[in-house]
């Protein structure tokens, strides 16, 4: 059956679990451990079905049961109409019906070659947040954190952000700066030179504060900064300016929160080298759109999504389709009913798996369980 009804939909939240506590960031408290998935899965009148992370309610799922395939997703742009609120599902099950990972079909979207297995891609480490804030003692604190990054180099990384900004409001802001520069060195000094160090600083600082840290962790070679404060196009290219004067190399990144509306005009102007809108939030088809685009503009592409735990796996079948893919940004955990095993991450790479779909399984049974627990079904 080429162009199938989709014939039910059922959608649940399962929990997931970080192999450690998180702690806060510039702006925000404590992560803490738990990671909420939400999950739909879509039943095709042929047996067939995908899943994926989905926060649609169920009368947007009354709206795509009954229809065809083809009204809700195209194979060159991908989920359309009603059925962008279930863009990761359908891009899932489309894949498993043609037996391919999502990767091939979004290679073939943009007119790329699909990978060939082996298919790796870059990632970092993104769980180095304020977990230090127990601490008086900075040197102690530095250490905590050299030491998270001691055992994210032990689980297969090669790159590293840093959170920054203690001064913004969890410390006073000279102690915290001070702290935030002797992290930065800390964690250099533990990973070695050649592995990749990004900080984000979740709007925390102001220029002149970001000029101050950049110059004292010059010599840690660092890759990007994020979020310096609050998205300023006037601030960023004296920003820039500042940094081609003192020989810096440090990549602007922007775009993970709620970004101005002209973040993409002052990328394609070249004051922003790095898109970072969210890959649940923005979606799988808009980041296919939008990634080609950063390409002939020479920007980066890399997509935030922390606390999604799958959004570590959806990351890396969009670099299938895009020259410039920066990193997949990498939040540990794992999720009862949820395998994820195929995944691998060593010497820095992601391997991906060349399984159907998103090459994620779904223990039907547990999620079965939780859709009658706590979420809905909606059927034809």
């Given at each position: 059956?080429d162009?199938?009804?989709?014939?039910?939909?059922e959608?649940?939240?399962?929990?997931?679990?970080?192999?450690?506590?998180?702690?806060?960031?510039?702006?925000?408290?404590?992560?803490?451990?738990?990671?909420?998935?939400?999950?739909?899965?879509?039943?095709?009148?042929?047996g067939?079905?995908?899943?994926?992370?989905?926060?649609?309610?169920?009368?947007?799922?009354?709206?795509?049961?009954?229809?065809?395939?083809?009204?809700l997703?195209?194979?060159?742009?991908?989920?359309?109409?009603?059925?962008?609120?279930?863009?990761?599902?359908?891009?899932?099950?489309?894949?498993?019906r043609?037996?391919?990972?999502?990767?091939?079909?979004?290679?073939?979207s943009?007119?790329?070659?699909?990978?060939?297995?082996?298919?790796?891609?870059r990632?970092?480490?993104?769980?180095?947040?304020?977990?230090?804030?127990?601490?008086?003692?900075?040197?102690a604190?530095?250490?905590?954190?050299?030491?998270?990054?001691?055992?994210?180099?032990?689980?297969?990384?090669?790159?590293?952000?840093?959170?920054?900004?203690?001064?913004?409001?969890?410390?006073?802001?000279?102690?915290?700066?001070?702290?935030?520069?002797?992290?930065?060195?800390?964690?250099?000094?533990?990973v070695?030179?050649?592995?990749?160090?990004?900080?984000?600083?979740?709007?925390?600082?102001?220029?002149?504060?970001?000029?101050?840290?950049?110059?004292?962790?010059?010599?840690?070679?660092?890759?990007?900064?994020?979020?310096?404060?609050h998205?300023?196009?006037?601030?960023?290219?004296?920003?820039?300016?500042?940094?081609a004067?003192?020989?810096?190399?440090?990549?602007?990144?922007?775009?993970?929160?709620?970004?101005?509306?002209?973040?993409?005009?002052?990328?394609?102007?070249?004051?922003?080298?790095?898109?970072?809108?969210?890959?649940?939030?923005?979606?799988?088809?808009?980041?296919?759109?939008?990634?080609?685009?950063?390409?002939?503009?020479?920007?980066?592409?890399?997509?935030?999504?922390?606390?999604?735990?799958?959004?570590?796996?959806?990351?890396?079948?969009?670099?299938?389709?895009?020259?410039?893919?920066?990193?997949?940004?990498?939040?540990?955990?794992?999720?009862?009913?949820?395998?994820?095993?195929?995944?691998?991450?060593?010497?820095?790479?992601?391997?991906?798996?060349?399984?159907?779909?998103?090459?994620?399984?779904?223990?039907?049974?547990?999620?079965?369980?939780?859709?009658?627990?706590?979420?809905?079904?909606?059927?034809?």
């Amino acid at each position: 059956m080429d162009n199938p009804r989709i014939i039910a939909v059922e959608w649940t939240t399962l929990e997931g679990r970080r192999p450690r506590h998180a702690g806060s960031n510039a702006r925000l408290g404590a992560h803490g451990e738990i990671v909420s998935v939400p999950l739909a899965r879509l039943v095709a009148e042929d047996g067939t079905w995908g899943f994926g992370r989905c926060r649609a309610s169920l009368e947007d799922a009354r709206q795509i049961v009954g229809r065809r395939l083809d009204d809700l997703f195209s194979p060159t742009a991908g989920a359309k109409g009603p059925g962008l609120a279930f863009d990761l599902p359908l891009w899932d099950l489309a894949a498993r019906r043609e037996n391919r990972p999502v990767y091939a079909l979004a290679a073939r979207s943009v007119g790329r070659p699909a990978p060939t297995a082996p298919f790796q891609v870059r990632c970092y480490d993104t769980s180095l947040y304020f977990d230090d804030l127990h601490l008086a003692d900075t040197q102690a604190a530095a250490e905590l954190l050299a030491q998270e990054a001691r055992e994210g180099y032990a689980r297969g990384h090669r790159a590293f952000k840093i959170k920054v900004g203690r001064g913004a409001r969890h410390m006073p802001l000279e102690e915290g700066i001070r702290r935030d520069i002797a992290v930065v060195h800390a964690v250099r000094a533990t990973v070695g030179p050649n592995c990749p160090l990004m900080l984000d600083a979740n709007n925390g600082y102001n220029l002149n504060l970001a000029k101050r840290v950049l110059l004292e962790t010059r010599d840690a070679d660092i890759f990007w900064l994020e979020e310096a404060f609050h998205e300023d196009v006037v601030l960023y290219r004296d920003l820039r300016e500042w940094m081609a004067a003192q020989g810096l190399s440090v990549r602007i990144a922007d775009g993970e929160g709620q970004a101005s509306p002209s973040l993409l005009a002052w990328a394609r102007e070249g004051v922003v080298d790095v898109v970072q809108y969210d890959i649940f939030s923005y979606g799988f088809t808009r980041w296919l759109a939008l990634a080609r685009q950063l390409d002939e503009w020479g920007v980066y592409t890399a997509p935030h999504h922390y606390g999604g735990h799958v959004g570590n796996h959806v990351s890396t079948h969009l670099a299938a389709a895009v020259e410039r893919f920066a990193f997949v940004e990498w939040d540990e955990a794992s999720t009862p009913g949820l395998d994820a095993s195929a995944y691998v991450v060593e010497e820095g790479q992601v391997h991906v798996p060349a399984a159907p779909g998103f090459g994620l399984e779904l223990d039907l049974e547990r999620f079965a369980h939780a859709v009658r627990q706590g979420g809905f079904t909606a059927t034809a």
